[in-house]
């Protein structure tokens, strides 16, 4: 069964930092692109970040200078270092891999708030 499971979300306050992770079951993040994105309320999905396949990295303006996505291959993980969090952070946030796009997990819940 192909699954994406993401996990590392919570309650944070501003100026904090969380590590998402994403693990994939069936589905294999080596020498693919890797992607986050997220879903804040009342709002449509949006591109966090993407880690290609070569190493290249692209963050979203939003999120540039405090987001970092990393791999490890070895794990079949992804991560999304989130630091200096700010309220309009808070979504839900989501990873898939150019393994195949059209797989999504259900998603970890990220709350910035005082």
């Known amino acids: 069964q192909v699954q994406l499971v993401e996990s590392g979300g919570g309650l944070v306050q501003p100026g904090g930092s969380l590590r998402l992770s994403c693990v994939g079951s069936?589905?294999?993040?080596?020498?693919?692109?890797v992607a986050w994105h997220r879903q804040g309320p009342g709002k449509q999905r949006e591109f966090v970040a993407r880690l290609g396949s070569y190493g290249q990295t692209y963050y979203s303006d939003s999120v540039k200078d405090r987001f970092t996505i990393s791999r490890d291959d070895a794990k079949n993980t992804v991560y999304l270092q989130m630091d200096n969090l700010r309220p309009e952070d808070t979504a839900i946030y989501y990873c898939?891999?150019?393994?195949?796009?059209?797989?999504w997990g259900q998603g970890t819940q990220v709350t910035v708030s005082s």
């Open positions: 898939n891999t150019g393994a195949n796009w059209l797989v």
């Open positions: 069936g589905i294999y993040f080596s020498g693919v692109a």
